[in-house]
T-cell receptor, first 114, second 107 residues
């Protein structure tokens, strides 16, 4: 069964450093998403991406964050100048409307900021 | 904006039936989803409702009333492996999740 793959599975970084989280969406999907989940809290929407541009973004997705599709397969989330409160699980997802816009999630990248 | 409410925790017995409710308020609506999330893992899709009524899928069923902003997920013949969080999510231009209901199935 097709799956969304994410790397790294776990990254530890120092406060103030930049982090890039990588995702390979399902190959025929057209819509890509990033969500985050702070430990013990809900899954929060960050951003959606379609046709090489951001479709929607939440209030969380400020200038510290950026997304890119550098080639035909990868979808990346960059977090600049990380803060302690950025520690969370970051999930990438992809979908292929029309019809039910079912999101398929990757296994997540756990980010720990020290 | 969006507001999605579901109970924080529920407990049920193996073999029983449990109903997890979700109420929502949203400025736009393109469908309601239920996802299952085991601890430390990614959410996995369970069901989708866009029209009023019941959708049945094996041991899982989901109901939607758009006029009431209400949905429930019904799990039958509970198994120990059903212990997980169940996330209600509403789509408008993007998908937003409720805080999830942590279900514990006891022997």
């Amino acid at each position: 069964e097709p799956e969304v793959t994410q790397t790294p599975s776990h990254q530890v970084t120092q406060m103030g450093q930049e982090v890039i989280l990588r995702c390979v969406p399902i190959s025929n999907h057209l819509y890509f998403y990033w969500y985050r989940q702070i430990l013990g809290q809900k899954v929060e929407f960050l951003v959606s991406f379609y046709n090489n541009e951001i479709s929607e973004k939440s209030e969380i997705f400020d200038d510290q964050f950026s997304v890119e599709r550098p080639d035909g397969s990868n979808f990346t989330l960059k977090i600049r100048s990380t803060k302690l409160e950025d520690s969370a699980m970051y999930f990438c997802a992809s979908s292929s409307p029309p019809g039910a816009n079912v999101l398929t999630f990757g296994a997540g990248s756990r980010l720990t900021v020290l | 904006g969006q507001n999605i409410d579901q109970p924080t925790e529920m407990t049920a017995t193996e073999g029983a039936i449990v109903q997890i409710n979700c109420t929502y308020q949203t400025s736009g609506f393109n469908g309601l989803f239920w996802y299952q999330q085991h601890a430390g893992e990614a959410p996995t899709f369970l069901s989708y409702n866009v029209l009023d009524g019941l959708e049945e899928k094996g041991r899982f069923s989901s109901f939607l009333s758009r006029s009431k902003g209400y949905s429930y997920l019904l799990l039958k013949e509970l198994q120990m492996k059903d212990s997980a969080s169940y996330l209600c999510a509403v789509t408008n231009n993007d998908m937003r999740f409720g805080a999830g209901t942590r279900l514990t199935v006891k022997p």
